[in-house]
């Protein structure tokens, strides 16, 4: 392999099966390139790189449409739309419904040459909100932004509620927002995020001031779906090599090469690659193997021991912002579904360690975590229904009779403490932190 600069990254990844009955492990026959572990789990892909089906024993996963890879290049990712008609007011009062006290200020405004001014001027208290209605899709992830400015205001906020063609509430809560700082005369960016209810079709975006006197200010709104970056599939090849699969291929145009081995085990078939640079530059990319599953009445892990029945439409993950770059990191290293016949968990083994009491890293050593129902951070997953992707990352998980429980796997005798890596991760094995 020559060598290139710029960005060369490599990944090891574990699919591990859980049956959640007792199967036999002849694999059904498969038209495609087929990679089986020993267990009785097969993968079979196209010879364009594509899963195109997975059996445990004579389990066949229901896959909604073909799988694979997929990368997304940070650094050419589409505008985000802003979904807020006439959001800086620079057609006066556009797609707004202005009532008394609430006017277009061209004097103090944050961006352009008009922004929407507030009052209630006492001296009794009162309320006046400036808001509007944003269509929006359902099961997706939001990020809403506006500008204020405030002057002897007591009681102000921005908010967003959910609702649906008949504007009726459906979001979890009545409404969720932001609190405005308590600095008189100077802009403020407020700033929140929320993921849509399988029913929510609009959005009432508004600021208000409430019970009070004195001025707001508002420009600038914002909605746009959150940015978690376009993935791409790969162009590539795949082949047999030996007993596994290899997979070759990229996006050319982004200067982006990925090799990839699919390896049979004796408890779970191995993915391990490279993704490359060829333009030279250092560059910031995202990697993605989905398996986008018909899962509507299957059981989502969000830990080892929490879980909920997937609907039709949802979106399960159990993941937090990134704080450096754009999109969403898993919390624990890995994922898991469980169908009436099998289960399926995608995970990430844990090599590298640090000694204890030194800040210097060992060299890396394969030492697996043997706890079954662990996630972590990554932009690996499954996808679910409608293309919900499932984030995951983690630990060597082994094959088990069910998806159980930690305090079961412990009463059982299944997780020992001496298998798992000292320190934090270790505590998160115990399902402690």
């Given at each position: 392999?020559?060598?290139?600069k710029?960005?060369r990254a490599?990944w090891s990844?574990?699919?591990?099966?859980a049956?959640?009955?007792?199967?036999?492990?002849?694999v059904?026959?498969a038209?495609?390139?087929?990679?089986?572990?020993?267990?009785?789990?097969?993968?079979?892909?196209?010879?364009q790189?594509q899963v195109?089906g997975?059996?445990?024993?004579?389990?066949k996963?229901?896959?909604?449409a073909?799988?694979g890879f997929?990368?997304?290049d940070?650094?050419?990712q589409?505008?985000?739309?802003?979904l807020?008609?006439?959001?800086?007011?620079e057609e006066?009062?556009?797609g707004?419904a202005?009532?008394?006290?609430?006017?277009?200020?061209?004097?103090?405004?944050?961006?352009?040459?008009?922004?929407?001014?507030?009052?209630?001027?006492?001296?009794?208290?009162?309320?006046?909100?400036?808001?509007?209605l944003?269509?929006?899709k359902?099961?997706?992830?939001?990020?809403?932004?506006l500008?204020?400015?405030?002057?002897?205001?007591?009681?102000?906020?921005?908010?967003?509620?959910?609702r649906?063609?008949?504007n009726?509430?459906t979001?979890?809560?009545?409404?969720?927002?932001?609190?405005?700082?308590?600095?008189?005369?100077q802009?403020?960016?407020?700033?929140w995020?929320?993921?849509?209810?399988?029913?929510?079709?609009?959005l009432?975006?508004?600021?208000?001031?409430?019970?009070?006197?004195?001025?707001?200010?508002?420009?600038?709104?914002?909605?746009?779906?959150a940015?978690e970056?376009v993935?791409r599939?790969i162009?590539?090849k795949?082949?047999?090599?030996g007993?596994?699969?290899?997979?070759?291929?990229?996006?050319?145009a982004a200067?982006?090469?990925?090799?990839a081995?699919f390896?049979?085990?004796d408890?779970?078939?191995?993915?391990?690659g490279?993704?490359r640079d060829?333009t030279?530059?250092?560059r910031?990319?995202?990697?993605r193997?989905?398996?986008?599953?018909?899962?509507?009445?299957?059981?989502?892990?969000?830990?080892?021991?929490?879980?909920?029945?997937?609907?039709?439409?949802?979106?399960y993950?159990?993941?937090?912002?990134?704080?450096?770059?754009?999109g969403?990191?898993?919390?624990?290293p890995?994922?898991?579904?469980?169908?009436?016949?099998?289960?399926l968990t995608l995970?990430?083994?844990l090599?590298?360690?640090?000694?204890?009491?030194?800040?210097?890293?060992r060299e890396p050593?394969?030492?697996?975590?043997?706890?079954?129902?662990?996630r972590?951070?990554?932009?690996?997953?499954?996808?679910v229904?409608?293309g919900?992707?499932l984030?995951?990352?983690?630990?060597?998980?082994r094959q088990?009779p069910?998806?159980?429980?930690?305090?079961?796997?412990?009463e059982?005798g299944?997780?020992?403490s001496?298998d798992?890596?000292?320190?934090r991760?270790?505590?998160?094995?115990?399902?402690?932190?």
């Open positions: 392999m020559s060598e290139r710029g960005l490599t990844v574990c699919l591990t099966m049956l959640a009955l007792v199967l036999s492990m002849r059904a026959p038209q495609g390139i087929v990679v089986n572990s020993e267990d009785g789990t097969a993968l079979e892909m196209s010879a790189g195109m997975m059996t445990i024993g004579e389990a996963l229901p896959l909604a073909p799988g997929a990368i997304a940070y650094q050419n589409p505008e985000p739309v802003n807020v008609p006439n959001p800086g007011f006066g009062a556009q707004w202005l009532g008394r006290g609430q006017t277009i200020d061209e004097e103090i405004v944050h961006s352009g040459k008009r922004a929407v001014r507030i009052e209630v001027p006492g001296p009794e208290p009162g309320n006046s909100n400036v808001g509007c944003v269509p929006v359902p099961n997706t992830h939001y990020r809403c932004e500008w204020v400015r405030r002057e002897k205001v007591g009681v102000c906020g921005a908010y967003v509620s959910e649906d063609d008949q009726k509430l979001g979890k809560r009545t409404q969720v927002g932001a609190a405005i700082p308590k600095v008189d005369n802009w403020h960016r407020l700033t995020d929320l993921t849509t209810q399988p029913e929510t079709t609009r009432s975006l508004r600021s208000d001031i409430y019970r009070s006197t004195g001025t707001l200010w508002l420009d600038d709104f914002s909605i746009t779906e940015n970056g993935y599939p162009e590539a795949a082949a047999k090599q007993d596994g699969v290899v997979v070759r291929g990229g996006l050319p200067g982006l090469e990925l090799e081995t390896t049979g085990g408890e779970c078939i191995r993915v391990e490279m993704v060829t030279g530059e250092d910031a990319v995202g990697v193997f989905a398996l986008p599953l018909n899962a509507e009445g299957w059981t989502w892990y969000t830990d080892a021991e929490e879980h909920e029945t997937v609907a039709a439409g949802g979106a993950r159990h993941t937090y912002n990134c704080e450096s770059g754009i969403v990191c898993s919390i624990y890995w994922s898991a579904l469980s169908g009436p016949d099998a289960g995970a990430l083994p090599y590298l360690l640090l000694r204890p009491g030194e800040g210097r890293r050593q394969p030492r697996p975590l043997l706890v079954r129902h662990l972590a951070r990554s932009r690996l997953g499954h996808e229904g409608d919900a992707v984030p995951a990352l983690p630990g060597e998980l088990a069910s998806l159980r429980g930690l305090s079961e796997l412990r059982a299944e997780v020992r001496e798992a890596p000292r320190g991760i270790r505590r998160h094995a115990r399902g402690r932190e």
